[in-house]
């Protein structure tokens, strides 16, 4: 079946330093989606990409989707305290009415 | 709106007991799921529905039932509780299954001893 895999699993990182967790899929995606966990908390939808090749931007966080379809990865610049949390992506393959996750980055930062 | 709700918070079970998983939604939305998280898995898919009536498995369907008699509603049923169902457990619901961001509920941590 369609499997998502996310790395890295952990990343510690300096306030300030930059920050990118990588997904990829198994099978082509008819869209990603990601989400944000604070510790102790539930998911948080962040974003959803469709198209082939596309770049959204969210303030510091840039989501791409890429050119085939069977990959995501976001990025954040100059990371602060507030986005310590798991950042999750999750796929959707066209005409299944599930989304499959990856296993999460867990972002730590050092003040 | 309440958005999502799950009750209990948390709860501890022994081995072979079954109980119930409620969640709730106000938001009329269609598609409802049941994800658990363990350390290093992500979320994993138990069971989903398309609407009321309609229900069909996920990822990790063993051990675990469930119905969707109403739009809002979408209990999970553990049957007999074993070790490995030492979970938390999440419900999620949105617009429709096709390209949909979900809401998820604050979760139940479920530990069976």
């Known amino acids: 079946g369609q499997q998502v895999m996310q790395i890295p699993q952990y990343q510690h990182v300096q306030e300030g330093e930059d920050f990118t967790t990588y997904c990829n899929s198994s099978?082509?995606?008819?869209?990603i989606q990601w989400y944000k966990q604070r510790p102790g908390g539930h998911p948080v939808f962040l974003i959803q990409l469709v198209k082939s090749g596309e770049v959204k931007k969210q303030k510091r966080l840039t989501f791409q989707f890429g050119e085939a379809k069977k990959n995501s990865s976001l990025h954040i610049t100059a990371t602060q305290t507030t986005d310590v949390g798991t950042y999750f992506c999750a796929g959707q393959a066209g005409g299944a009415q599930k989304l499959v996750f990856g296993q999460g980055t867990r972002l730590t930062i050092n003040p | 709106n309440a958005g999502v709700t799950q009750t209990p918070k948390f709860q501890v079970l022994k081995t072979g007991q079954s109980m119930t998983l409620q969640c709730a939604q106000d938001?009329?939305?269609?598609?409802m799921s049941w994800y658990r998280q363990d350390p290093g898995m992500g979320l994993r898919l138990i069971h989903y529905s398309v609407g009321a009536g309609i229900t069909d498995q996920g990822e990790v369907p063993n051990g675990y039932n469930v119905s969707r008699s109403t739009t809002e509603d979408f209990p999970l049923r553990l049957l007999s509780a074993a070790p490995s169902q030492t979970s938390v457990y999440f419900c999620a619901s949105s617009i429709s299954g096709d390209s949909y961001e979900q809401y998820f509920g604050p979760g139940t941590r479920l530990t069976v001893t």
């Open positions: 099978t082509t995606l008819s869209n």
């Open positions: 938001m009329n939305h269609e598609y």
